[in-house]
């Protein structure tokens, strides 16, 4: 809870704060956030709970906190990261189902796409090698879909046909501007772990495509504290463009 003195924090300074989540007690290992509001939540972490995190420019750099560099991080060895389990990754997602299956790629029927996309790019490996989280900034059902047109990151219902080959396979949380999700029930399905502040459990079940699992108490998404508020206004992101991405 923040306290008396602290001004209420926007919308968006609740979902970099989920993101920020995504990586406690990580250790030493590679966040790989992709998107405004993850790499603010990526920063937020290691500046306050996560120090050990590496941080990347997204290209072969390792950077502090700040952006300042303070390593190299060679193509070869971010493989060797990924392909080792050493990496967090926070995703995008254009589709999204209720068993954690990603879709990047394209939009329609593979063989005559309406739409073509980034491509599966590194999903499939990513699923199934190192944990692996989503971000959406607009929570809809044109994302949250009953079937993903293609499959490229791996759900839960896909890893379990292989399980020799999915035995690292791990999906902590998909994080959008309506709430927290996961897939901690008997069958992997997603459900409501927190709902942000002035959000109804009917707003994301009509924003929802499919039936989501919703646990009897649902509690809000934690609030920064004070100090998380200073960094994130003055440190991290002073010029405000979270508020491009989620608008309060």
């Not at 993101?19 to 990526?42: K, N, T, V």
């Not at 309406?114 to 809809?140: D, K």
């Amino acid at each position: 809870m923040t306290d008396t003195t602290t001004p209420t924090p926007t919308r968006a300074e609740y979902c970099v704060i989920a993101c920020s989540e995504a990586w406690r007690d990580a250790g030493e290992i590679l966040a790989s956030p992709m998107g405004l509001i993850p790499s603010l939540g990526a920063r937020l972490a290691r500046h306050t709970f996560a120090p050990d995190l590496l941080l990347t420019d997204g290209e072969a750099t390792l950077v502090d906190a700040d952006g300042n560099p303070e390593g190299w991080l060679p193509y070869r060895r971010h493989l060797t990261l990924v392909t080792g389990g050493k990496r967090h990754v926070m995703m995008g997602a254009s589709q999204i189902d209720r068993h954690g299956n990603q879709n990047i790629s394209c939009i329609g029927d593979w063989a005559k796409p309406s739409r073509q996309l980034l491509g599966v790019r590194g999903a499939p490996v990513n699923t199934l090698n190192n944990p692996t989280s989503y971000w959406i900034p607009r929570h809809s059902r044109r994302v949250f879909v009953e079937r993903v047109d293609m499959v490229c990151g791996v759900g839960h219902d896909r890893a379990a046909r292989h399980p020799e080959t999915a035995r690292f396979h791990h999906l902590p949380r998909v994080v959008s501007d309506l709430g927290v999700f996961d897939f901690a029930t008997p069958d992997h399905s997603m459900r409501i772990a927190s709902l942000h502040p002035g959000v109804t459990v009917p707003q994301v079940r009509e924003a929802t495509g499919f039936e989501l699992v919703i646990p009897a108490e649902i509690p809000e998404t934690r609030a920064p504290t004070s100090e998380e508020l200073r960094l994130i206004r003055e440190v991290i992101d002073p010029a405000n463009t979270r508020e491009r991405e989620v608008r309060s």
